[in-house]
């Protein structure tokens, strides 16, 4: 059977937009051969849905959808939806669903046995599982239908699987000869090998070409990195689609034949895609053309200005410079120089002269209390008014840039440098950030060599740098990931790398004092295990001391 893999960006809720791209796509697959369309997991609705699904208009214009979808599809194909339960009176209304449509109409139905509750997810909320796996005939094969984390319980390449059953098992059980699976498995850095080994091993054990379709695109702070793949009964790699992009690949499933499209081993070099992804998509499906970037001279911002002209193109991109009293002539060039070799516009609006006369209207009530942070915080302020002024005005969406390492410590301003509509690089930590740095100075000097090489710094009061506040970048991004990822014990932490117990400490207890900051923080792009936020739940009133 040829089977075309259909690599889609949806938008959630946009269920008239995402049908005709199904179509175009079904249309383009039919005219190249293939007798079987795959599209991924919700790829009606987009994914995640969220409580969306808890609207019965909702549920009920995604059956309508599919069953308009459904009359006029150019080739049989399996599409993902939110469809009724099995049993209405188990309490839930959904059902997280696979159609197999062809002759104009629904011919098979399955739904998802395995719902995750871990990390990101949260589908038991929504969703009622399936009782059972169906195997079903099409165009003389018998397929396997399973929809994501269906396929991620095998007991021979898990330690320790997370569900009793495995449907995947059942289904060869009844004979299945193709296991099919549509998918919206977010990206993480290094997910993506671990996911092709999975799926490699999944086809050796049963003897069985294992077909994966991934959804891809940005949807809030996830970002789907597509990558999917049909890999034959012996493991091999026969198809294999771009990642981050949208994409169109065959396999023939007896002879073993397939379209492979190159990507990118290098996790740094995804990382980076993954993040101009998110971006692009999240400007573009929130309704915007444009976006701001507050130019400071230092190291995130001008990778947030190079992953904003790279998403969106130079002409959509203001770089906005706003020196003030601490501001160094070596910054203020830098920011200039960056904004020259990026080819973005540029404005520049001093705060010297605003963050006086805050002073004056505050002198009396400061009166006899020495100048602190307080005066830091209020020349961070002052900029964040300025970049939402800015967005108010010109309809442009504000990218704020801080990073991981720095949210996670609280070396932040709340409605100052936390102002935005997007922390594009708030899952990144700091050394990653000069990482990232480097590879976009791979083909040439873009962010300027004195940007990375200077002492990292806020400059909100004389001579100041980051590190009179924190430990060197590359101690404390070790202690972040292991406390924060990894969920390791100071205890831990210290006797792995040698660090003082006390240190430790100290960067624990900021870490969960400053939970308050970040969820006043922007929604973020998530490109780790674990991101602030999104799948990291925890409360901010709390007195628990690791």
Same mark, same amino acid.
């Given at each position: 059977?040829?089977?075309?893999?259909?690599?889609?960006?949806?938008?959630?809720?946009?269920?008239?937009?995402?049908?005709?791209?199904?179509?175009?796509?079904?249309?383009?697959?039919?005219?190249?051969?293939?007798?079987?369309?795959?599209?991924?997991?919700?790829?009606?609705?987009?994914?995640?849905?969220?409580?969306?699904?808890?609207?019965?208009?909702?549920?009920?214009?995604?059956?309508?959808?599919?069953?308009?979808?459904?009359?006029?599809?150019?080739?049989?194909?399996?599409?993902?939806?939110?469809?009724?339960?099995?049993?209405?009176?188990?309490?839930?209304?959904?059902?997280?669903?696979? #159609?197999?449509?062809?002759?104009?109409?629904?011919?098979?139905?399955?739904?998802?046995?395995?719902?995750?509750?871990?990390?990101?997810?949260?589908?038991?909320?929504?969703?009622?599982?399936?009782?059972?796996?169906?195997?079903?005939?099409?165009?003389?094969?018998?397929?396997?239908?399973?929809?994501?984390?269906?396929?991620?319980?095998?007991?021979?390449?898990?330690?320790?699987?997370?569900?009793?059953?495995?449907?995947?098992?059942?289904?060869?059980?009844?004979?299945?000869?193709?296991?099919?699976?549509?998918?919206?498995?977010?990206?993480?850095?290094?997910?993506?090998?671990?996911?092709?080994?999975?799926?490699?091993?999944?086809?050796?054990?049963?003897?069985?070409?294992?077909?994966?379709?991934?959804?891809?695109?940005?949807?809030?702070?996830?970002?789907?990195?597509?990558?999917?793949?049909?890999?034959?009964?012996?493991?091999?790699?026969?198809?294999?689609?771009?990642?981050?992009?949208?994409?169109?690949?065959?396999?023939?499933?007896?002879?073993?034949?397939?379209?492979?499209?190159?990507?990118?081993?290098?996790?740094?070099?995804?990382?980076?895609?993954?993040?101009?992804?998110?971006?692009?998509?999240?400007?573009?499906?929130?309704?915007?053309?444009?976006?701001?970037?507050?130019?400071?001279?230092?190291?995130?911002?001008?990778?947030?200005? #190079?992953?904003?002209?790279?998403?969106?193109?130079?002409?959509?991109?203001?770089?906005?410079?706003?020196?003030?009293?601490?501001?160094?002539?070596?910054?203020?060039?830098?920011?200039?120089?960056?904004?020259?070799?990026?080819?973005?516009?540029?404005?520049?609006?001093?705060?010297?002269?605003?963050?006086?006369?805050?002073?004056?209207?505050?002198?009396?009530?400061?009166?006899?209390?020495?100048?602190?942070?307080?005066?830091?915080?209020?020349?961070?302020?002052?900029?964040?008014?300025?970049?939402?002024?800015?967005?108010?005005?010109?309809?442009?969406?504000?990218?704020?840039?801080?990073?991981?390492?720095?949210?996670?410590?609280?070396?932040?301003?709340?409605?100052?440098?936390?102002?935005?509509?997007?922390?594009?690089?708030?899952?990144?930590?700091?050394?990653?950030?000069?990482?990232?740095?480097?590879?976009?100075?791979?083909?040439?000097?873009?962010?300027? #060599?004195?940007?990375?090489?200077?002492?990292?710094?806020?400059?909100?009061?004389?001579?100041?740098?980051?590190?009179?506040?924190?430990?060197?970048?590359?101690?404390?991004?070790?202690?972040?990931?292991?406390?924060?990822?990894?969920?390791?014990?100071?205890?831990?932490?210290?006797?792995?790398?040698?660090?003082?117990?006390?240190?430790?400490?100290?960067?624990?207890?900021?870490?969960?004092?400053?939970?308050?900051?970040?969820?006043?923080?922007?929604?973020?792009?998530?490109?780790?295990?674990?991101?602030?936020?999104?799948?990291?739940?925890?409360?901010? #009133?709390?007195?628990?001391?690791?």
């Amino acid at each position: 059977m040829k089977i075309a893999l259909a690599q889609l960006n949806p938008t959630v809720g946009d269920l008239e937009g995402n049908a005709a791209r199904i179509r175009k796509f079904a249309t383009d697959a039919r005219a190249r051969g293939a007798q079987l369309v795959v599209f991924s997991e919700l790829c009606l609705c987009g994914y995640p849905p969220q409580d969306l699904i808890e609207r019965p208009s909702f549920l009920k214009r995604n059956l309508e959808a599919l069953e308009n979808l459904a009359r006029d599809l150019a080739a049989p194909a399996i599409v993902g939806y939110v469809g009724a339960p099995q049993d209405a009176a188990a309490g839930k209304s959904a059902a997280n669903c696979a #159609a197999l449509l062809a002759n104009g109409r629904v011919v098979f139905e399955q739904h998802k046995m395995l719902l995750p509750t871990y990390d990101v997810f949260d589908e038991s909320r929504y969703f009622q599982p399936a009782r059972s796996q169906v195997a079903v005939e099409f165009c003389g094969a018998r397929l396997g239908i399973t929809i994501c984390e269906d396929v991620w319980n095998d007991k021979n390449f898990w330690t320790r699987p997370l569900y009793e059953r495995d449907p995947v098992a059942e289904l060869v059980g009844q004979g299945s000869e193709i296991i099919i699976n549509i998918s919206s498995s977010p990206y993480q850095m290094n997910k993506r090998g671990l996911r092709q080994d999975m799926l490699r091993a999944l086809a050796l054990r049963h003897g069985r070409p294992v077909v994966y379709v991934n959804q891809v695109g940005g949807n809030d702070s996830l970002v789907f990195d597509g990558s999917s793949v049909a890999v034959t009964a012996d493991g091999r790699v026969a198809a294999q689609a771009r990642s981050f992009e949208e994409d169109l690949v065959l396999f023939d499933s007896e002879s073993g034949a397939g379209e492979i499209r190159a990507q990118s081993g290098d996790e740094l070099e995804a990382a980076f895609q993954a993040l101009v992804c998110g971006t692009r998509d999240y400007v573009r499906k929130c309704g915007f053309q444009q976006v701001l970037v507050g130019l400071s001279g230092g190291i995130d911002s001008a990778v947030v200005a #190079a992953i904003a002209k790279a998403a969106l193109g130079p002409d959509n991109v203001l770089g906005v410079a706003m020196p003030g009293p601490y501001s160094s002539e070596g910054s203020v060039r830098d920011a200039q120089l960056l904004a020259e070799r990026l080819g973005i516009r540029t404005l520049t609006l001093p705060i010297s002269e605003v963050f006086a006369g805050y002073k004056r209207a505050l002198a009396q009530a400061f009166a006899g209390r020495a100048e602190d942070v307080t005066e830091e915080n209020i020349q961070a302020r002052i900029r964040g008014n300025f970049l939402m002024a800015l967005s108010n005005k010109f309809n442009a969406l504000v990218l704020s840039t801080g990073n991981k390492s720095e949210l996670a410590v609280g070396y932040c301003t709340l409605y100052g440098d936390m102002a935005g509509g997007l922390a594009v690089i708030s899952d990144v930590p700091k050394t990653m950030v000069y990482e990232l740095a480097r590879l976009i100075n791979r083909g040439g000097e873009v962010i300027p #060599a004195d940007t990375l090489t200077k002492p990292s710094s806020a400059e909100l009061r004389p001579n100041q740098t980051d590190q009179d506040s924190l430990p060197p970048y590359d101690v404390l991004d070790r202690i972040l990931k292991a406390y924060v990822e990894d969920l390791r014990s100071p205890e831990e932490i210290a006797g792995h790398f040698g660090f003082a117990l006390k240190l430790v400490r100290e960067i624990a207890v900021k870490v969960d004092r400053n939970e308050y900051k970040r969820q006043q923080s922007a929604p973020g792009l998530k490109i780790t295990s674990k991101a602030f936020r999104i799948g990291r739940p925890f409360p901010i #009133a709390q007195k628990f001391v690791p």
